[in-house]
């Protein structure tokens, strides 16, 4: 008992240092408000890309007009420096901090009026190199397209007219350098068209180019969100410039804190950049993120070239789309600009912005085709993620039937053992109406979600694959009640829940089957969607590729409408069809394996073909030894499997599933390899309050970064083993932003109910230095333990504790007691007591 004394005097010191929920306020916990600090300046230096592509197109486009977005000087003394500073903005940068000795600085617009002022702008606050010449001379070579020009008079030095003309380099380098410029308007002169004479004194700003570390996609939370030119409501941004509406979307590619702690996203509003509070935002990762990549982009009205003309985006902005329609030859983005929810660009001049972060690779195994199955996992162990057998069918009570081998434990070892999760496959053997009576009885339907979550936790599976095809479409409301319940039950033990949902491209398409599939809100609950993008031509129909590249990008533009891309998961097919007509219109097929495929090949003498516009390998034959008539093959190999994989890439999707492991071409996965960023993923779920986790992969986060990825995330914090005490960050700020480590339990407080959402690699060996007193750990196996095990696992342990999120209190067990032996389980923190130095 001595000891236990020692060690909860300890713990209760602790446990006066976390806050329970009901103590945190809107700023930060209590108990750490000392440590955190509430302002942060914008560094001096731009972090932000300067696009000079943009500079110029801006520059092209507004040379003899003006834009309405902005002032008008040129009835005050002349427009040059605000036409200067709006092809600045136009690349990127903002000029708020703008002020000269006198106070004076960007007007209401976020442009500057003066020369002198762009002048002291250029060199205090956007960390311009300046070099200047006088009388005679040539221009420094460093000058490029997008670098300014601000003539004066080098009689005049204690003066404004030291800075009296602005240009801006649209053309050519150094002494070849082109300008365009407002006042007297010009349009790709050279650079000394008016050095020497009538201005004696020449000054070159050479701005640097920056970077782009990350984008935030942010959506409004309010009705309305006045938009400004600098990130704050004093003067001289107290003007909006326009306004942004509830849920629109825009991405961030920048963001600070200003001086009265509050935090601002700076944006494409339009063709210019601009800033919005936070405040009434939620960040999140849905739609198709975008980049312009050619120098000028119109904005219209609707999708094609016959619609009004209403803006212009310039290269590199970034901007949010919720559709994406094809019209003709080209593709059209339906996306949010202005403030507005009826612009659309066209999809051809851009590129979307992914993460390369790596995607989940994922496989069904039949239990028909075990074997060869396992073999093809065993062999690629490293590339799965998940893997899904396929084990069990549902019965229309509610309860379930296993397949042949269901629950191998040794298999789940073998998966657990390399970090891949196991998510059995339930079917229902494309019967409707089984599913019909599951669904049209609550007491059934909850009998079912029972057995479901209850086998899940028994078998120590990671989740579920729900696998209902052939729908009735009037069930689309209940099946989607039945995935949202279901969801609610798995992520409350943190089990995962997958949806094999069957392919659809439109929301015309109603009838049974894919018209039960509601993406939308189907994504909402299920971790991920795997949507079945195959049998575009099936057993009996006529013959045609398994999934042509066309269809399956439809498909795709489709789904990223409906659902975030994290979640979305493509379901790719290993297999072919051999099809032979029975009659004047009907048709029937045999499935074959790749090596059924290449065997068929070789026996009929056929030669493979390659079909460019469908993107698919194919063959014909003639059966003289069998039914007399002509065969027409179709299948999927490495080379089409690498159409699809582009796919992923280019819509930034989550990850594939295989149909089916064993039926493969053997090059698929060296294909895998190449085209895909392969890793591990974890999701954890969290609890409103202060949560304790790790990250059981290897990944690299500070606490910012991983704050930004989990909704409504406002703290993370950590136990500083060595120095035995808190370290807490606050989101927004750069106070105390530390780097996350394997193996390490994080303090995560979220102001709702919420998930982690990672990927990384695995682990394969991991140890922590453990300091006497109080430890903070992680625990990365799949394999679950209780408190016990990992005390006498532990030298001198004397104590394990863990934080309950629903009480908002630890949890105690002493080494040796019989009393809170908790289970200890993946992606959990703990605190571990020891006596004496270890690990």
């Known amino acids: 008992m001595k000891k236990a004394v020692s060690f909860l005097v300890v713990l209760l010191l602790v446990i006066m240092l976390i806050p329970s929920a009901n103590s945190f306020n809107s700023s ?189 996609q942010f959506k409004v939370t309010a009705s309305a969100l006045n938009v400004r030119v600098g990130p704050g409501v004093q003067s001289p941004y107290d003007t909006p410039i326009g306004q942004i509406k509830l849920d629109q979307q825009y991405i961030a590619y920048e963001y600070v804190v200003n001086a009265t702690g509050k935090k601002w996203w700076h944006f494409w509003f339009d ?85 390369n972060m790596p995607r989940s690779i994922a496989g069904w195994i039949p239990y028909w085709s075990w074997n060869s199955g396992i073999s093809t996992f ?40 390399n970090d891949v999760k196991v998510l059995p496959l339930i079917s229902n053997e494309y019967n409707k109406t089984l599913v019909n009576q599951i669904l049209s009885n609550l007491s059934i339907m909850n009998n079912h979600i029972s057995n479901i979550v209850n086998l899940v936790v028994a078998n120590n599976y990671d989740g579920i694959d729900i696998d209902y095809e052939g729908l009735y479409a009037s069930d689309k409301n209940n099946f989607t009640l039945f995935i949202s319940n279901l969801a609610e039950e798995l992520h409350s033990k943190n089990k995962l829940l997958t949806i094999c949902v069957q392919a659809k491209w439109s929301d015309s398409i109603t009838w049974d089957g894919p018209g039960a599939m509601d993406y939308e809100n189907l994504s909402k609950h299920a971790d991920k969607l795997r949507i079945m993008a195959y049998d575009e031509h099936w057993s009996t ?40 007509q029975t009659g004047s219109d009907t048709w029937d097929s045999d499935a074959y394996t790749y090596t059924g495929i290449s065997g068929l090949m070789t026996s009929e003498g056929a030669t493979r073909e390659w079909n460019e516009t469908a993107k698919v390998p194919q063959f014909t034959y003639y059966d003289h030894l069998g039914d007399g008539k002509d065969h027409y093959v179709y299948y999927e190999d490495n080379q089409s499997l690498s159409y699809k994989l582009d796919l992923v890439v280019k819509y930034d999707l989550g990850g594939i599933c295989a149909w089916s492991l064993g039926n493969e071409d053997q090059n698929n996965f060296d294909i895998m390899r190449s085209k895909l960023a392969v890793g591990k993923s974890f999701i954890f779920y969290l609890s409103q309050g202060w949560n304790l986790i790790t990250l059981p992969l290897e990944t690299s986060y500070t606490a910012e970064a991983l704050a930004l990825n989990i909704t409504n995330c406002t703290h993370i914090g950590c136990w500083n083993n060595s120095l035995q005490k808190f370290i807490i960050h606050e989101k927004g700020t750069g106070t ?41 750990i992680g625990w990365r196996n799949f394999t679950n333990i209780d408190a016990e095990s990992l005390a006498q696992n532990i030298t001198n342990c004397t104590a394990i504790a863990y934080w309950d999120s629903t009480l908002g209190r630890f949890i105690i067990h002493p080494a040796g007691a019989e009393v809170s032996n908790f289970a200890v389980e993946r992606g959990s923190g703990y605190f571990v007591y020891v006596e004496e130095e270890g690990y």
């Open 271 to 355: 063709n210019r950049s601009a800033w919005c509070s936070a405040d009434y935002t939620a960040t999140i990762n849905e739609n198709i993120k975008f980049k312009v990549d050619t120098a000028n982009l119109n904005v219209r009205t609707g999708p094609g070239t016959g619609y009004q003309i209403v803006s212009n985006i310039f290269s590199g902005q970034t901007f949010t789309a919720f559709e994406l329609l094809t019209n003709g030859t080209l593709d059209w983005y339906h996306f949010w600009c202005q403030g507005r929810n009826d612009t659309w660009c066209c999809a051809n001049y851009t590129t979307p912005i992914t993460d």
């Open 736 to 776: 105390d932003n530390f780097n996350l480590q394997p193996g390490i339990g994080y303090h995560v407080y979220v102001s709702t109910k919420s998930k982690i959402n990672i990927t990384g690699t695995a682990l394969k060996t991991l140890s922590v230095d453990l300091y006497k007193g109080w430890n903070s």
């Open 541 to 580: 129909s006529e013959p045609g590729p398994i999934a042509s590249y066309s269809w399956t990008e439809n498909i795709v533009k489709y789904a990223i409408t409906k659902s975030s891309k994290d979640k979305i998961v493509l379901g790719v097919p290993f297999y072919g069809r051999d099809w032979w």
């Open 28 to 216: 930060a916990p209590q108990i750490f408000s000392s440590s955190l600090e509430q302002k942060q300046p914008l560094s001096s230096t731009p972090n932000v890309l300067y696009d000079r592509t943009a500079v110029v197109a801006y520059a092209d486009k507004f040379w003899d007009i003006y834009n309405p977005s902005y002032n008008n000087y040129s009835d005050s003394g002349g427009d040059c420096a605000n036409f200067v500073s709006q092809c600045m903005i136009a690349g990127g940068l903002s000029l708020w901090q703008g002020y000269n000795g006198n106070g004076a600085g960007v007007d209401s617009k976020g442009a500057m009026p003066f020369c002198d002022y762009l002048h002291q702008n250029l060199v205090n606050y956007q960390s311009a190199t300046w070099d200047y010449i006088e009388w005679s001379g040539t221009a420094p070579s460093w000058l490029s397209p997008g670098d300014v020009i601000i003539y004066g008079d080098a009689s005049n030095e204690t003066s404004p007219d030291y800075w009296r003309h602005a240009v801006v380099v649209v053309e050519g380098y150094g002494n070849n350098a082109k300008i365009s410029g407002h006042t007297t308007n010009r349009y790709h002169v050279a650079w000394n068209y008016a050095f020497p004479s009538p201005f004696h004194r020449t000054n070159f700003y050479r701005l640097p180019n920056g970077t782009i570390s990350e984008y935030t």
């Open 378 to 417: 065993t062999n690629n162990i490293e590339l799965f993620d998940e893997i899904s057998p396929f084990w069990y069918k549902a019965n229309a009570d509610g309860s379930l039937n296993s397949y042949s081998g269901a629950g191998n434990q040794t298999f789940v070892k073998l998966a657990h053992d």
